[in-house]
């Protein structure tokens, strides 16, 4: 059974740091892209940024671009999201998703991690 | 304001037909697959439409997609009340190197 768990949420200092993670199970978590797509509170999905299986390719929205760095580790079946300089307008929902072949084509979602940020 | 563009809001009686839209350019929904997202309050989105027109296993046929030029639609025929949620269109974007979401449209059941 495919299984994505979210990890590291939690409040946050404006400014600060914090690491997300999402541990992976079921499938060979090499062979596949991975996103990061979070969801402010009452508002839609926005995606954040993607890394492919061998990390050999790596994008960030925008918003988030220089201030958070995506990762992997295919030998703990791990992802992870280092996100620096916090704002408030970073407070969402963080999710893992697993994308098929296509990155915008994602099967199988994490539960969240909630970040707050906030003084 | 999303690049892609998506009514906020939607209606039907159950048994009725609706269709969300999604709205693009060329250097996303013109050039790429479409994929349509379900999500219920509190929970993970679902992948309901995959490429554009595929449903995945287990979604039931009641749900359709189709893409044209830069603009692409979700259907649901037969509306139930359990169909009531947000739905969200998605595609990658060749311009900006990086997945769009549209800003979802609230699904009602009256």
């Known amino acids: 059974e495919v299984q994505l768990v979210e990890s590291g949420g939690g409040l946050v200092q404006p400014g600060g740091s914090l690491r997300l993670s999402c541990a992976a199970s079921g499938f060979t978590f090499s062979s596949y892209t991975f996103n990061w797509v979070r969801q402010a509170p009452g508002k839609g999905l926005e995606w954040i940024s993607s890394i492919s299986g061998s990390s050999s390719n790596i994008y960030y929205a925008n918003s988030v671009k220089g201030r958070f760095t995506i990762s992997r580790d295919n030998a703990k079946n791990s992802l992870s999201l280092q996100m620096n300089s916090l704002r408030a307008e970073d407070t969402a929902v963080y999710y893992c998703?697993?994308?098929?072949?296509?990155?915008?084509?994602?099967?199988?979602w994490g539960q969240g991690t909630l970040v707050t940020v906030s003084s | 304001q999303s690049v892609l563009t998506q009514p906020p809001s939607a209606s039907g009686t159950p048994g009725q037909r609706v269709t969300i839209s999604c709205s693009g350019s060329s250097s996303n929904i013109g050039n790429n697959y479409v994929y349509w997202y379900q999500q219920f309050p509190g929970t993970a989105p679902k992948l309901l439409i995959s490429r554009s027109n595929q449903r995945p296993s287990g979604v039931p046929d009641r749900f359709s997609g189709s893409k044209s030029g830069t603009s692409a639609s979700l259907a649901i025929s037969g509306l139930r009340s359990e169909d009531e949620a947000d739905y969200y269109c998605?595609?990658?974007?060749?311009?900006?190197?990086?997945?769009?979401f549209g800003g979802g449209t609230k699904l009602t059941v009256l």
């Open positions: 998703a697993r994308a098929v072949l296509y990155p915008a084509e994602h099967d199988y």
């Open positions: 998605a595609t990658w974007d060749d311009s900006l190197s990086g997945v769009l």
